[in-house]
């Protein structure tokens, strides 16, 4: 028996009473359309946000109709600040009238990364990381009483649709058991059994990772940081997911450009990571990257994802980089799980 096998025959049942699902934002009112159960049709996502810079940008994403808006990190720029003065910080994206639009469309939903969880590419070593955590929770809208609130870490399984129209959307959280590259690693042993039970246990007919920074590029180093620094950690998630029947998309942020990425996994299965960045600021640096499809985009973004559920026994998957300026496409590329490499 192959061990996802096995773990969708023994965890499936406890995963299913113990993940938390998704909630309502704290924008959300009450008039907000319970959607969880019905299939995920429009997926927005987006990354560094600079709380003191314009915010138009919401209006174009709120058009986009999605409904999920996901967050991937640097959410909001608060170096060292206490609790409380982060909690001021998120408090300005909340008091927003187009942010408070959006979460009348749309579930809100995410990661952390650096910025918006200590300072730049720290980790575990925060000492105001459980003060941090709760305060994303509070800015996510998560009830008080919420048990994931006693967790270490961010980390967590929401499922949208039913059974045949069913996507898992997997949160990591690479900042609060994240060791020095070269001294330690960057999940947490916790957070590793927590995963690959999640995803040998899944049931759904597509998965979503959400990861604040890039999986799959070999360029770091210099403050720039990716899964690269963990080679062993990427390797043991690479064999992860080439394991799953599922198809992979992986959502990033934090490069300050957007990018499609398709690479194959151990034995030749398609991976996508689609990375968006940044919603108030963007540099567009065209890194080396012989997986990429098509060229980056260096304006100010927001990633939009459609998912087409008449198209077969797997969703037909359309995903396009957004102006996060205006409501033109930069980038519009139908994801491809069949073709050879």
């Known amino acids: 028996m192959q061990r996802r096998d096995f773990f969708r ?9 113990s993940i938390p699902q998704l909630t309502l934002s704290s924008t959300a009112s009450s008039m ?21 810079r314009n915010q138009f940008h919401w209006r174009y994403i709120a058009s986009s109709q999605p409904d999920l808006w996901y967050w991937l990190g640097d959410n909001i720029y608060a170096e060292y600040a206490s609790p409380n003065e982060r909690a001021d910080q998120y408090q300005k994206i909340l008091n927003h009238p187009d942010y408070q639009r959006l979460g009348k469309l749309a579930r809100i939903s995410g990661v952390w990364d650096d910025h ?24 996510l809208g998560k009830d008080p009483f919420d048990p994931i609130r006693e967790q270490e870490g961010i980390f967590r399984l929401e499922s949208w649709g039913p059974e045949g ?15 020095r590259p070269g001294q330690g690693g960057l999940l947490g042993e916790l957070q590793w059994q927590w995963l690959e039970e999640t995803l040998f246990a899944s049931t759904a007919d597509f ?18 940081e990716g899964w690269n620094q963990y080679p062993e950690e990427r390797r043991r998630l690479y064999e992860i997911l080439a394991q799953l029947d599922q198809d992979i998309l992986v959502l990033t942020g934090d490069r300050h450009m957007a990018e499609i990425i398709r690479r194959p996994l151990p034995g030749g299965k398609a991976l996508y ?25 260096g304006e100010k973004n927001f990633g939009l994802l459609e998912f087409d559920w008449d198209s077969g026994s797997r969703p037909k998957v359309i995903a396009s980089i957004q102006s996060a300026e ?3 496409s930069l980038s519009r590329h139908v994801l491809d799980y069949t073709s050879e490499f």
């Open 116 to 139: 918006d969880y200590g300072g730049n590419n720290v980790g575990i070593d925060y000492e105001e990381k459980g003060g941090s955590q709760q305060v994303f929770w509070d800015f």
């Open 32 to 52: 907000t359309p319970n959607i969880s159960s019905r299939p995920l049709r429009r997926m927005a996502f987006g990354s560094c946000n600079r709380q003191s």
């Open 207 to 224: 998965i979503i990772i959400g990861t604040g920074i890039h999986l799959t590029s070999r360029i770091t180093g210099l403050g720039l």
């Open 165 to 179: 129209q069913k996507i898992d959307i997997v949160s990591l959280d690479v900042r609060y058991f994240k060791e």
């Open 273 to 297: 990571e689609i990375m968006s960045s940044g919603l108030t600021h963007s540099v567009g640096v065209r890194l080396p990257e012989i997986y990429r499809v098509g060229d980056i985009v």
């Open 326 to 328: 205006s409501v033109d």
């Open 9 to 17: 025959g023994a965890t499936a049942m406890a995963f299913a009473t």
